[in-house]
């Protein structure tokens, strides 16, 4: 996130005020759509008890906070990088350590969920045991707690050894505020940490769901479309890995190449690698959730679409 938002930095200076309202605009509208989507799913989670009181339904619904929040995040930064404004260094710190620590919480949420669905094909007898409500609330306290490690690490950092004169009013990513070495090698290091984790999780998982669905025994049906979903959790996590290239990729593409091609590739990077991964929750488990997508598509289309005829089935 961070290396999108220091190439925007590097491209907008030389954009016109009209231009400015352009790339805002369209950057911003499939960002307003998206949140639309989450912000009605959500709703929609807060409509049945059992969306309440499943795990499934549960990580779903924190999957949705956290992609919404950091979608939000990510639109703040990136308005603030377009339009150039100077705000407080305290404020920018705050919304430095928030962006990564949302960042975190929803690349280890891919883990939580590719579990949970590996214990409901791999152990289905004990499924309901293990993946209890407070559990799983217990496991996404846990991810928070994880998740803040880097965050807090900058900020104690930044009080008591950072003493680089730093101005009040700064322009607000990393590379003006966090300048010393210490947050790269954090940064470098607790992405390869998280990456690999969470990637070792999603593979085992959709491995070993992959043995159960090919083998005699077992629900194949249920086995395949769980092993779909762990592996659209894989993409997603791909394109979060990818991301992590797409700041030295501008740096390179904005040395060698004119103005135009730069800005393009700049507002694709931000589409693919920011809003997409955000937005693939309602595909991965909304949409293809006959006993959830049937009550989302009522309330969003207001009611446009006959609510007796959902007949929620709970897997």
Known sequence: MSNLNNS???LIPILSLGDRVVTTFFSVTP?????????VMIFTLRKKTVFQETSRYILFGHMLWAD???LLMSVLLFMCATSRVSIMKMVCLFLLVTATALYQVSTLNLALMSLERYIAICFPLRHA???????????IGVVWAISLIQSLS?????????LTNTPV???CSRT??????VYKNLDIAFTCIFFVSVGFVVIFTYTSIAIVAKSASGDKVSAKKANKTVLLHLIQLGLGAASILVGVIQEVIYVHA???????????CFVVFQIFPRCLSPLIYGLRDQAFSCLFKYYFTFGLKKKNSCHAETH
């Open 8 to 10: 925007t930095s590097n």
């Open 129 to 139: 045991d293990i993946t209890t409500y407070g559990r799983t609330h217990m496991a």
């Open 258 to 268: 004119d103005f135009v091609t730069s800005l393009r590739v700049m507002y694709f």
């Open 169 to 171: 009013n700064v322009f």
């Open 176 to 181: 003006t505020l966090l300048r010393l070495q």
């Open 154 to 162: 900058e900020i104690t950092i930044f009080y008591v050894i950072d």
């Open 68 to 70: 919404t929040l950091n």
């Open 31 to 39: 960002c307003v759509i998206f949140f639309f989507v989450n912000v």
